[in-house]
């Protein structure tokens, strides 16, 4: 259904708005970054944070 769809989008980007507070206010790893925001595997983290900001998470955290 479209609602379930919805709060599945509203979920990826809240876990993304974490991972960016997590980018820049730790010195966490990538990897755990992206377990604490739910993904297991770094790389499927760091495609969908790409799709997202057009960045991988380092260049963001680089840029900040």
Same mark, same amino acid.
């Given at each position: 259904?479209?609602?379930?769809? +919805? %709060? ?10 974490? $991972? ?8 966490? &790893?990538?990897?755990?970054?992206? +377990? %604490? ?10 495609? $969908? ?8 998470? &380092? ?6």
């Amino acid at each position: 259904s479209s609602t379930s769809r +919805g %709060l599945g989008d509203v979920y990826k980007r809240q876990r993304m708005n974490i $991972a960016i507070l997590y980018l820049l206010d730790t010195n966490k &790893s990538i990897g755990e970054v992206a +377990g %604490l925001v739910g993904y297991e595997h770094q790389a499927h983290f760091c495609t $969908a944070f790409k799709r997202k900001f057009n960045v991988t998470p &380092s260049e963001y955290r680089l840029k900040a």
